[in-house]
């Protein structure tokens, strides 16, 4: 059975810190890219960040570049550290790997259920 289970999610006030963290299980997860998305209450999931399987290539939404850095430990952990929080950052946070597009939801085979992530002003 795959999972992707994240953690670190919690609450803080703006210009606060959080580390996310993303475990995967149940397959090997080796040529897979993992991203990171996000989606607040009453709008659309969107993409935050992505490393390629051999953790190359990056990328950022713009609306979190300088702030967020993602990093992969291995085939099967994925975390991001999240600087200079912002009340507009707060969602909840999903973890998920794909084999196909790395920027479009629709590419990502499987999914975590998610972290919440509260910004105070």
């Known amino acids: 059975q795959v999972q992707l289970v994240e953690s670190g999610g919690g609450s803080v006030q703006a210009g606060g810190s959080l580390r996310l963290s993303c475990a995967a299980s149940?397959?090997?997860?080796?040529?897979?890219?993992m991203g990171w998305f996000r989606q607040a209450p009453g709008k659309e999931r969107e993409f935050v960040a992505a490393v390629r399987w051999n953790g190359g290539n990056i990328y950022y939404a713009d609306s979190v570049k300088g702030r967020f850095t993602i990093s992969r430990e291995n085939a099967e952990k994925v975390d991001m550290q999240m600087n200079s929080l912002k009340p507009e950052d707060t969602a909840v946070y999903y973890c998920?790997?794909?084999?196909?597009?790395?920027?479009?939801?629709?590419?990502?085979?499987?999914w975590g259920q998610g972290t919440q992530v509260t910004v105070s002003s």
């Open positions: 149940g397959r090997t997860f080796s040529g897979y890219d």
């Open positions: 998920a790997a794909t084999n196909g597009g790395i920027l479009s939801s629709r590419s990502y085979k499987y």
